[in-house]
């Protein structure tokens, strides 16, 4: 992998300076990990100005026991000139409100709500943060590393009863 | 005295119940009959969830026609159905909703657990999976497999036949 | 900028006829419902036959799948992937696998990569084939339906030949395929593809034309590419408003840069051009399939890394080298050992761009000493997307559009709620 920055991670540092604090490109995945207090700022950036139009996916993963714990991963295209981008959030398990891109990208309403459901992120400005994939009696957060896959939830019954 | 189904031995002028009631073995010839005509017009609601429905689709499909065993109609409302086939994987979001479609079903009734994952909660062994719907409702046959092929499902129709003939159709 | 300025509603009966009292109904469509394709819930809001508003609720089949890989070794996964869009199972398998290849940095011999596009392919075919036949069906052409399923027993019973499952067929490894072709599969795949070529012209021919189905069809669930792109859709529905985005051209793996082949694409962006683009595709779909079959090379179908890829039966059973190489990647506790890192790995779905996003850390992810297994794998499923919009393209139209507006976007709850 070289260690050449790429213009995207250039045009971000002028702009936003000190906001990437780390990138790679391993596997030909250009990556960049930002601040998490100007992440619209950037990733309006990079929409407008930079033609990343597209959110392909916005997820979350665990990394516990690592300090800080979540990490928020957008995964975004520029349809004209093929490009891809990966940007990354970190977020620790105190304060884990990262702010909702939703205005920039329609989808970003559903894929939030699934990363608040399944990691129990926060998204501040979301228009309506509930669970998408599980019920609402459901307690507890599943795809974090400490909910065990056999959790037995209590079973919910019908809804007049 | 005389026996019930001995013949009358005095003429045939008086009433004779014994004769009278020679052909009173209709009750159980009746059950065969009522058995006969629901296990060959069984309606369907297939609650289909997951990838067995594909298999579903192929078994009614003409390939392997459930239409020649009489399960070829699905009744969308569970009001006007018998049989609750139920398809797939039950989370516990639909779990609920599967017992009052169970219960909105009118008697008599069977159900049909068809894969794995209806059975038994198949490969699902997590949060969200019902580890089979025996737990919410009583099920009459069981279907194994991971979509079953549609020869399974065709047995399994055959045994549910033959458990709808067998079963006592007239209560007393 | 909605479809509701557009449209007129009708005016209300209460205001010209004042003791009739009329109110909007909020109606439930779903989760048990036969349109619904498996269990998703649409709750519209109803002024007489218009939708005014809708929202849907999803998660009725969340099976944990994420979850599932994180705690099944790297090959295991693959059941699981199968049962995402359980219509086209080998296409999932393949972009898991094509994943986690990416993070080994290892590649199929050109035989197997021919194997793994035909796999894709002829699923690609089956899942256009029982998405036109179940959309046909809900507005009534029920022989359309019957003729594609038929077609569709010819892909599966392909599938089947080549590893024994129809519909989950879990039909690769990582690093390589579990088996070589049968003995006349490819005939069997020429045959296919003429029988199937059939069954769409006759469909073609049922549908295309047919007043009752384009009256229902055309103008219908109509998305523009800008809201379509801001709704991340990709696929058959980006295709029909007009944007030319297939992730086989544009990002190609596999061998379809070596293949001669193009990318239909519609107009208008309603439910009769999701149609016309889904047909098209089976008819290119058919001849890449008649290209593979002629081009396809011998040689072997995995990967030689002896790390990843299991040994050939006779070694195992001959020699030690082979009996450790194979204990050491099937035991609990051995495995495949991925090294640390994070890739994301896109192929065309049935739906579009099916993207898995796969991170390894062999370090932390040791349980019971086993670190064969993946940190954290995200599914991107292209079908979520338009789901997603679903509200965007019902609201001003008819409680009746709704069916083949659903019907045209190939929603598989597998896949949406994984």
């Known amino acids: 992998m070289s260690d050449q920055k790429f213009p995207e991670h250039l045009a971000i540092e002028k702009k936003f300076p000190g906001s990437v604090f780390d990138w790679h490109a391993q596997h030909g995945d250009r990556t960049l990990i930002i601040d998490a207090a100007r992440s619209f700022d950037i990733l309006k950036f990079l929409h407008d100005d930079h033609g990343y139009n597209v959110l392909v996916d916005l997820t979350g993963v665990d990394y516990l026991p690592r300090k800080p714990r979540f990490e928020i991963v957008y995964h975004l295209m520029n349809l004209s000139t093929k490009a891809r981008l990966r940007v990354k959030i970190q977020s620790d398990e105190l304060h884990p409100e990262v702010a909702s891109v939703t205005p920039l990208f329609p989808i970003a309403n559903w894929l939030e709500r699934e990363v608040w459901d399944m990691m129990g992120v926060k998204f501040s400005g979301h228009p309506d943060l509930k669970r998408l994939l599980l019920y609402e009696g459901f307690e507890g957060h599943p795809l974090r590393k400490d909910y065990p896959l056999q959790h037995r939830q209590p079973r919910i019954g019908p809804k007049d009863q | ?172 | 900028m909605t479809i509701l300025d557009d449209r007129t509603i009708p005016t209300p009966v209460s205001e010209t006829v004042p003791e009739f009292h009329e109110q909007e109904m909020m109606l439930n469509i779903g989760p048990s419902h036969p349109a619904m394709h498996g269990v998703i819930r649409i709750l519209a809001k109803l002024s007489g036959e218009h939708v005014i508003e809708s929202d849907i609720e999803i998660g009725y089949l969340h099976r944990a799948f994420e979850k599932h890989c994180e705690n099944t070794t790297w090959n295991q996964a693959i059941i699981y992937t199968d049962r995402l869009n359980y219509v086209s199972s080998c296409i999932n398998n393949v972009g898991y696998c094509m994943a986690v290849e990416k993070l080994l940095g290892i590649q199929l011999p050109p035989r197997g990569q021919y194997i793994r596009t035909m796999l894709c392919e002829i699923s690609r075919v089956a899942d256009h084939l029982t998405c036109v036949g179940a959309a046909a069906m809900e507005l009534g052409a029920f022989t359309v339906f019957l003729y594609m399923i038929k077609g569709r027993e010819y892909c599966y019973e392909l599938i089947e030949d080549y590893c024994g499952g129809r519909v989950t067929p879990n039909s690769t490894r990582v690093g390589g395929m579990p088996y070589d072709l049968p003995e006349g599969w490819l005939d069997k795949t020429l045959w296919t593809v003429k029988e199937v070529r059939e069954i769409v012209r006759e469909c073609d021919i049922m549908l295309t034309y047919n007043r009752i189905f384009t009256e229902r069809m055309r103008g219908i669930g109509i998305m523009s590419p800008e809201r379509a792109l801001g709704w991340g859709w990709t696929g058959p529905c980006l295709r029909s408003t007009g944007v030319a985005y297939d992730v086989r051209k544009d990002y190609p793996y596999l061998v379809y840069d070596q293949l001669d082949w193009a990318v239909p694409v519609g107009r208008n962006g309603d439910n009769m051009d999701r149609y016309l683009v889904r047909m098209e595709e089976m008819e290119q779909s058919c001849r890449m399939l008649e290209q593979c079959v002629a081009r396809i090379p011998g040689g072997p179908v995995s990967s030689s890394d002896k790390r990843v890829v299991l040994p050939a039966k006779k070694d195992t059973y001959g020699n030690i080298e082979g009996l450790m190489n194979h204990f050491k990647l099937i035991m609990y506790g051995h495995g495949i050992r991925v090294p640390e890192g994070e890739a994301y790995f896109a192929v065309e779905g049935g739906n579009g761009e099916l993207g898995f996003y796969v991170v390894s850390r062999p370090e932390e992810q040791a349980t019971d000493g086993c670190n064969d297994r993946a940190w954290r794998v995200r599914v991107r499923p292209p079908c979520y997307n338009f789901t997603a919009a679903i509200p965007e393209m019902i609201n001003g139209y008819m409680l009746a559009d709704i069916i083949p507006t659903f019907g045209s976007i190939n929603m598989i709850a597998g896949e949406l709620d994984h």
């Not at chain 2, 006969?36 to 069984?42: Q, V």
């Open chain 2, 1 to 172: 005295m005389r026996k019930f189904n001995q013949p009358s031995t005095n003429g045939g002028h008086q009433f004779d119940p014994g004769a009278a009631l020679h052909g009173q073995i209709m009750t159980t010839q009746f059950d065969k009959l009522l058995g006969w005509a629901r296990k060959y017009s069984l309606f369907q609601y297939p609650f289909v969830t997951a990838c067995c429905g594909m298999e579903f689709m192929s078994t009614a499909c003409s390939h392997y026609d459930i239409d020649r065993f009489g399960a070829a109609f699905p009744r969308f409302s569970p009001r006007q159905s018998d049989v609750l086939w139920v398809v797939g994987t039950v989370s516990q979001k639909i779990a609920p909703l599967l017992k009052n479609v169970y219960d909105q079903m009118a008697a008599p009734k069977w159900v049909v657990a068809f894969g794995a994952c209806a059975s038994c909660g198949g490969p699902y062994d997590d949060y969200s999976t019902v580890q089979g719907i025996d737990l919410i409702i009583p099920v009459d046959i069981y279907i194994a497999g991971c979509p079953p092929r549609p020869e399974a499902v065709l047995d399994g129709l055959l045994k549910l036949q033959e458990l709808i003939q067998n079963t006592r159709q007239v209560t007393p």
